[in-house]
């Protein structure tokens, strides 16, 4: 898994490469002891469905149908511009953006998804910060 996520990382061109990397400190810095997930972004026909992106921590998502599945709290995904960071479990699809959007720097902010093109479009700190909101709402 980790030997995964290092080629990912390594696969990345500069500056997104030392930017994730240094992102990537910062979770497990915020998560010591946390699961680590990597999905390549195929599906079982292993056809590309999505960017691959790096998992930190556990959660149970309870789909409407009743079943569950074991997924990642907090994602990293290289995009085309730049990377997405993703803080899954958040209820309120707005939170995120009003909490922290205006003070974030360059950023996009949605439901559950933050992106911008490298950390030093964005206030790092409020990046943690939501982070850490985020673990802290999900069971």
Known sequence: MEQQIENYISSQPEPKRSDMRALHRIMLQLMPACQLWFLDGKNSENKTVSNPNVGYGFRTITYADGTTRAFYQIGMSANTTG??????????????????????????V??????????NDINIGILEAAIRDGLEQEP
Not at 86 to 96: M, Q, R, V
Not at 112 to 118: A, D, E, L, V
Request: charged residues 20%; proline residues 0%; contains cysteine.
């Open 83 to 108: 990377i997405s960071v993703y803080i899954l479990g958040i209820k309120d699809k707005n939170y995120l953006a009003q909490t922290y959007g205006k003070q974030l720097g360059k950023a996009s």
């Open 110 to 119: 949605s439901g559950y998804c933050i992106k911008f093109k490298t950390l």
